[in-house]
């Protein structure tokens, strides 16, 4: 099975086995929660594709790139970089026996170097999705990510309009100041 491995921008490192189709955005309800303020809520979709992934892009704001070229989706080979934002990545094929438990032994001394790990359960009895996954991201890490909604005030809007109306008298009294003059 592929694997993904991500960068954020913070620097906190991110690997995964892709074995079905999985969401992934910022946002809580995805499969994949990638913790970094330039993916969107809703960012995309993986799924295997032979040795690589195919990516999808569902209309996010910072975009999708693969090899440098903004997509709105395509197949990641092995040695291919993509960018999910400012989320930098890249594609680990398939490797033998001996290099998956030398892999193995790695990734474990990374989880000890501080970098979070999450996991995705799958659906129908697959193997399970290792590193960013459907537990949610930390709250704290969440504050400060996207757009956030104001609540209109009244006494601004009150404001606007007394200033508008003021201009209307204004303009009023302008003009009736320079009919007097004329007459």
Same mark, same amino acid.
């Given at each position: 099975?592929?694997?993904?491995?991500?960068?954020?921008?913070?620097?906190?490192?991110?690997?995964?086995?892709?074995?079905?189709?999985?969401?992934?955005?910022?946002?809580?309800?995805?499969?994949?929660?990638?913790?970094?303020?330039?993916?969107?809520?809703?960012?995309?979709?993986?799924?295997?594709? !032979?040795?690589?992934?195919?990516?999808?892009?569902?209309?996010?704001?910072?975009?999708?790139?693969?090899?440098?070229?903004?997509?709105?989706?395509?197949?990641?080979?092995?040695?291919?970089?993509?960018?999910?934002?400012?989320?930098?990545?890249?594609?680990?094929?398939?490797?033998? *026996?001996?290099?998956?438990?030398?892999? *193995?032994?790695?990734?474990?001394?990374?989880?000890?170097?501080?970098?979070?790990?999450?996991?995705?359960?799958?659906?129908?009895?697959?193997?399970?999705?290792?590193?960013?996954?459907?537990?949610?991201?930390?709250?704290?890490?969440?504050?400060?990510?996207?757009?956030?909604?104001?609540?209109?005030?009244?006494?601004?809007?009150?404001?606007?309009?007394? !200033?508008?109306?003021?201009?209307?008298?204004?303009?009023?009294?302008?003009?009736?100041?320079?009919?007097?003059?004329?007459?």
């Amino acid at each position: 099975m592929p694997k993904i491995h991500l960068t954020t921008t913070d620097g906190t490192s991110l690997e995964f086995e892709i074995t079905e189709r999985v969401s992934f955005g910022r946002a809580e309800g995805n499969d994949a929660l990638i913790p970094d303020g330039s993916v969107s809520s809703n960012h995309g979709e993986f799924a295997p594709h !032979g040795d690589g992934v195919e990516i999808t892009d569902k209309g996010s704001t910072n975009g999708t790139f693969i090899n440098g070229e903004r997509t709105s989706g395509g197949v990641i080979n092995p040695g291919d970089a993509f960018k999910i934002g400012s989320v930098e990545g890249y594609v680990i094929g398939d490797a033998p *026996a001996v290099e998956e438990e030398a892999a *193995a032994e790695s990734e474990s001394e990374e989880a000890e170097d501080n970098h979070p790990t999450w996991s995705v359960p799958t659906s129908g009895g697959g193997a399970p999705i290792t590193g960013l996954g459907a537990t949610p991201c930390p709250a704290e890490l969440r504050k400060g990510f996207g757009p956030q909604a104001k609540k209109k005030d009244g006494k601004a809007t009150l404001v606007m309009a007394l !200033g508008v109306l003021s201009l209307i008298i204004c303009g009023v009294a302008a003009f009736l100041i320079s009919k007097m003059g004329e007459s």
